[in-house]
């Protein structure tokens, strides 16, 4: 067996990082087990945020839960949707009758179970809604009947911004309409130096030829849009870029929230010049960056690479974004 | 040219990310260029801590500048130690008159480039103590004359924890007694399932046959102290749990701090996984993990792998490192 991953038996894999989370951030988060759920230590009184998905995009979505962010989030096998009885428990454990707003990353699983738990809460007399993230332009314009373009990295953006106005007592409606903006103002592009590998198996999920790298790539392993020679950082930042200001129409005197967010295998050091490159490209255009986050937020396993996420920013989007958080992977 | 890293000139990649790390954290740090350090962007009246090294290690040093930890760190190349003159800048740069804690990790050059900083920073009227870490027990026992002991995660703890302390006012001579302290309290093993690639490089600094392991690694991409096979994660961090335990002499009742740290491409599953499994193998002597961290703070590029420190913790340490602190990579 070749020593590709920290695991035990692979089918325990989540289950025993769950228990890890717990063990690390005891106050912070519970982990149920059974259906498998983590929910805040301790829940006040407000609108609920929940989320969820496949795992191995850590710390997505287990890592927001605290305050200022998520109440409940909800963890599937590897790259596979949690099921609907999952989410509706983690929707009953979350709710403290104001609601619950469910953030819905865009895949056909995803949205079908949560839709399912959103009935079934309905049946328990919990009232959801949902906000569905669709930020990756790589997968835009697609024919009629496709499942349109995916969620990825704008996901965070949406749970600490939502996150934050749940705090100071925004509505479900509120929160419903503010997350809806925030997925319209935000448009995500990734590239992949190197594939990612599942656990228990010594290869990636494609091989890559030498200085080739993979553009467009989503957060699964899956192939992306299309192959392009290496080149350095520079150009590579500015192919990301170029399409996310095109998309979001931004213009010189704009304002961005950035989040240049590493894989899983890319260096700290890696991440800094993409972002220090990202200021250069936004800075001859005019476009201002308010506010960065850069590291490692949703990954994809171990995939070498990064994607870029450019959100329009005012006022109310700044100031909800710098509210406090206290989660085990974001704190401010 | 392979498509390994993320970057431009292999010989720009630590002053462009030092770049980035600033725009990234415009309100914490402030980068200089020639020479290279990066500071406090507000530096209260209070005894100054100084560290740095080699680069490649991020977040350390220069993710630690902030309040409630560094007032500056000294980065050099990639894995080679920043050079006396850059070091003696920081120095006058974060002195505020009460004097300068270094904290310098047990690595020839380190040691004597700090050293020779200490002289010049004596001309310059400005005191400075230092503190060595020396956590790393792979390199124990060594023969008379050898350097001893490499410093490796251990420092985290003693940036964070003296940091605190400064902040609460302690003298340059109590800094230094509570630094040695931490470093006799506390010991950490590595071990690597990959080896680490050099910016501009294609290969790994050294290749592991399959179904083997490197223990007792250090953070430069060098051999360890023997392979191992390969094994379940729980066996694994029991080999490295028994010598700390050992080591430090931990027994029913005591309480601990424990680090279980990335090495650079170890996905946060994993990590969580290591810490489950560390849980579990104290709990199984009654030793009691009081605080842990868990995440990739000490890297060697992307080397795939972990760390475990433990630290020997009291009330004092405990409240310590609860203490507030604002840096780049850490938070609370």
Known sequence: MAARQLVNDPDDFVREALEGLQRAHPGLVRYHEDPAYVVRARQPDKVALVSGGGSGHEPLHTGFVGSGMLDAAVPGAVFASPTAFQIRAAIAAADRGRGVLLIVKNYTGDVLNFRIAAELAA???????????????????????????????????????????????????????????????????????????????????????????????????????????YAPVRELVGDLTKPLVAALGLDRGDEVIAIVNGLGATHGLELSVVHRELGGFLDGLGVRIGRALV???????????????????????????DAPVRTPALTW
Request: charged share 25%; hydrophobic share 40%; proline share 4%.
């Open 295 to 321: 590291g490692s937020y949703v990954t994809a396993l171990d995939m070498r690479g990064c994607s870029i996420t450019l959100l329009r920013a005012d006022d109310e989007l700044l100031a909800l974004w």
């Open 123 to 229: 049946d328990d007399g919990i009232q959801t809604r949902t906000v569905l993230v669709d930020d990756d332009l790589a997968t835009d314009g697609q024919e009629d009947g496709a499942p349109g373009r995916r969620g990825t990295a704008a996901v965070v953006a949406v749970e600490k911004i939502c996150g934050a106005a749940a705090e100071n007592g925004a509505s479900l409606d509120e929160l419903t309409a503010l997350g809806e903006r925030i997925v319209s103002s935000a448009r995500t592009l990734a590239l992949a130096l190197e594939a990612c590998t599942q656990p228990g198996q010594d290869r990636p999920s494609f091989d890559l030829p030498d200085g080739e790298i993979e553009f467009g790539v989503g957060i699964h392993g899956e192939h992306g849009v299309g192959r392009r020679p």
